[in-house]
């Protein structure tokens, strides 16, 4: 079993749809999850951070986490065609030092 | 506030030679990672540096080595290349270990 598990996509959705990605992990232990947007060749760029179960708003970006489940979505509401890229979900232990990726899901926005 | 900034952008090398690619941190921040991402292969986790020591690697052969200086850049080197070393490069910073970690564009190695 993968430790940070995405679908790979890709997930198509129209202009102006709600996008939804999920990431489940294997360790229980985590503590910090991130969600990096990473175009094609590109490096990836920070969206968001979540430490608590429950919902988190940044404009158009929702993440969501539910540690019982172990479980963590990001939401784009209103998506463009520039949202198309691969999201990669990460992982942190509480004293860790290294983020584990799950392999990305690739988002495209039809115009 | 200037980024992680990577040198170079791509590098250009052979079988058996080595490479070596720099990083510079944000500025204020202490801790260096080095990731590599392979095609169609995740971020995998290689090397972190801490106030000038390395205090972890992930699962990569010895040829991966660095280290990082007392402004805090780092320099990851690669010995006696192999082809399946070719990939994208990442160097990531953050204020301490347990703080966010920002990622610069890569170094994009390339091996012949």
């Known amino acids: 079993q993968k430790e940070v598990e995405q679908n790979s996509g890709p997930l198509s959705v129209p202009e102006g749809a709600i996008a939804s990605l999920n990431c489940t992990y294997s360790d229980r232990g985590s503590q910090s999850f991130f969600w990096y947007r990473q175009y094609s060749g590109k490096s990836p760029e920070l969206i968001m951070f979540?430490?608590?179960?429950g919902d988190k708003e940044d404009g158009r970006f929702t993440a969501q986490l539910n540690k019982a489940s172990q479980y963590v979505s990001l939401l784009i509401r209103d998506s463009q065609p520039s949202d198309s890229a691969t999201y990669l979900c990460?992982?942190?232990?509480?004293?860790?030092?290294?983020?584990?990726f799950g392999s990305g899901t690739r988002l495209l926005v039809r115009p | 506030e200037a980024g992680v900034t990577q040198s170079p952008t791509h590098l250009i090398k052979t079988r058996g030679q080595q490479a070596t690619l720099r990083c510079s941190p944000i500025?204020?921040?202490?801790?260096v990672y080095w990731y590599q991402q392979a095609l169609g292969l995740g971020l995998q986790f290689l090397l972190w540096?801490?106030?000038?020591?390395?205090?972890n690697r992930g699962n990569f052969p010895p040829r991966f080595s660095g280290r990082q200086f007392p402004n805090y850049s780092s320099e990851l080197n690669v010995n006696a290349l192999e082809l399946e070393d070719s990939a994208l490069y990442l160097c990531?910073?953050?204020?301490?270990?347990?703080?966010?970690?920002?990622f610069g564009p890569g170094t994009r190695l390339l091996v012949l």
């Open positions: 500025s204020g921040h202490t801790s």
């Open positions: 990460a992982v942190k232990g509480d004293s860790s030092y290294k983020l584990i």
């Open positions: 540096y801490d106030e000038g020591e390395e205090r």
């Open positions: 990531a910073s953050s204020l301490t270990h347990q703080e966010t970690q920002y």
């Open positions: 979540i430490y608590s179960n």
